[in-house]
């Protein structure tokens, strides 16, 4: 079996079976939730040898979930963090966007990951929820910040934030009954909408449509 | 046994445990998913009998599942029938207040069933989206046709509709996520801003807070 020395857990410095494992849990998580995502799928798609699970994940499942919500939230945070958007609607449409690629790739089938989890996570039996909680707070954290540092007034950028994501993750639960993108370039027009009318993409008041 | 007769899928006349089984699997759907309510949960949370199963959902935990969204969505529909909205923000609040309503008695730990539903069917896999869609846009339907009757403009009325479930959907899993009711507020308020500056709650780019 592919041998790998893992130094920190949640660390995924070369592709090798441990990183291969989680990018599949990922992709599984997204697309069927995370009670219905078995090791076995796990190492179907990924390639990697039965014995990987206790070699990377002596803790089971669990420990695949939560390591595929962490590699997830970096590719978020990274993608945010690209370049330098300049005005507030680029920071919604940055994260937007992203979303979008995940609905249009898998025709509609995928969502998030820490969704995934969250909706079949029972709060009251697992520990999942503080890693989920953390997560969301990370991404809209860094929305708001990059909303602010755009010009959107700090006691709107929060709110907006929230508003963005939760707009988003619905957004992708609609994706996945319609099997298109549409519900979410709807919801997506409507959060720019929310932006203060000095942001590029002024409405007035629902007289302005695309 | 409870002896029923079922006369008609997806009817529910009286409270048999045919009924006491659905409205079990909606709760423990809306607060783990489809994947991890088992047949056994939902007969111990209805003190059903076990032969109840195939006397009732002959074609298993699908049937059951899809009636337990039927179950849900005429609960939906009727509590946003009930009463007449007056205004737009009457129409908002009337969905949002539902919502509220779901996270304030599980503390934070159910979510919709249909989104259940939705995240954990592989859409390649299964005719469950079929549902899943119709059932959304029965209430995206009822939501815009309500906004138009109270004034807003038409072509305005269906992206708020959208958005608004796409906003509450999403504000659900953040619910979880926070264990409290908080990110609906906070979406809640963004929704209303998007209503046309006639509704009695107008927002001027952002100047205003509660």
Redesign the interface.
Known sequence: MTSVIVKSRGKFVSTDSRERMVRSAASLIR???V??TSFSEVLADSGAPRGSIYHHFPEGKKQLAEDAIRWTSERVLAHLRAGAPATPADVLKRFIDMWRKVVLTSR??A?CVV??V???????ESGD?DL??ST?RSWTGLLAEQLRAAG??S??A???A??T???????L??C????NAK?LD??A???L??L???APRPVS??AR?R
Do not use: C, H, K, Q
């Open positions: 697309t069927r939730g009670n219905a509609g089938t969502g969704a995934g969250a909706i079949d996570t029972d709060a009251g929820v989920v909680r969301f959107v007034p006691e709107r929060a709110p907006i929230v508003a994501l939760a707009g988003m993750e619905g957004a639960i609609l996945r009954a319609e099997g519900p709807t919801v027009e409507e959060l909408r929310l203060p009318s000095a008041s629902g449509r």
